[in-house]
């Protein structure tokens, strides 16, 4: 039975989601939710799945590996998607790409042809989004906004993957604005991907967390991932 506590929490985020999405008058259903599952066990992300968050996302390759075994077993019969949303190594790839639906972090077109590659060579199609630095930080990931069309193109026409959008992770700052700023700039970015031959239907934009997932929605995010705000990145794993 999934915990009551979690339940409430799940809820709470699906009505924060809602709310924005009417805000900005857009549908909620227009916007995915991603639970983002760094360092949570096997039973939390379980009932997370079972009570409607099919879309669950880890950070590292070997966390992801170390649990998917189990996670799949857990959800027999219950649909749901794996995606990859951290930092990628092209050394990583071969041992993510069986696992996982998605790889939300491709940043360049070197990474774009090792997961090509790998995914050739298991009969998978994966789909990918172009990871953007909107923001300039050098704490964070992805292509810088100048190359992010171009990345995206190299995608086109390589019949193992799919290219679905762009991600982001915003602008850690108190400033609304310019966090906002950061969020429209992947927009426009969206709308030149789509602009290519083949990239009519890349229209995802994931973007947006726990704590600006409104500012995102506002902007046109489809699809928030979405940690804290659920609770489910507070329980460490198990040691011993």
Do not use: W
């Not at 992300?45 to 009570?51: E, H, K, S, T």
């Not at 172009?130 to 930080?137: C, H, L, P, T």
């Not at 190299?154 to 762009?166: E, I, N, T, Y």
């Amino acid at each position: 039975m999934t915990d009551p506590d979690l339940l409430a929490r799940l809820d709470t985020v699906r009505d924060r989601v809602a709310a924005a999405a009417r805000s900005a008058g857009r549908e909620p259903d227009a916007i995915d939710i991603l639970l983002a599952t760094k360092t949570q066990p096997v039973a939390l992300i379980a009932g997370a799945v079972r009570a409607g968050f099919g879309l669950v996302g880890e950070n590292r390759v070997q966390e992801l590996v170390a649990k998917a075994a189990d996670l799949d077993d857990a959800l027999v019969g219950v649909p749901f998607e794996r995606h990859f949303i951290g930092r990628l190594q092209s050394n990583k790839v071969r041992a993510l790409v069986p696992l996982v639906k998605c790889v939300q972090s491709v940043h360049s077109s070197e990474l774009v042809d090792r997961l090509a590659a790998v995914a050739a060579e298991t009969g998978r199609v994966l789909g990918v989004f172009v990871q953007v630095n909107v923001s300039g930080e050098e704490s964070k990931s992805g292509a810088a906004p100048g190359a992010a069309v171009s990345i995206a193109a190299a995608v086109v026409g390589r019949p193992s993957l799919r290219l679905r959008g762009l991600m982001t992770i915003g602008l850690n700052s108190p400033d609304r604005q310019a966090v906002a700023d950061g969020y429209r700039l992947l927009r426009s970015l969206g709308a030149d991907v789509c602009a290519l031959p083949g990239t009519a239907a890349a229209t995802e934009l994931s973007m947006g967390m726990s704590g600006d997932l409104e500012i995102a929605i506002a902007e046109g995010a489809t699809m928030v991932r979405v940690g804290s705000a659920a609770d489910v990145r507070r329980t460490p794993p198990a040691t011993g």
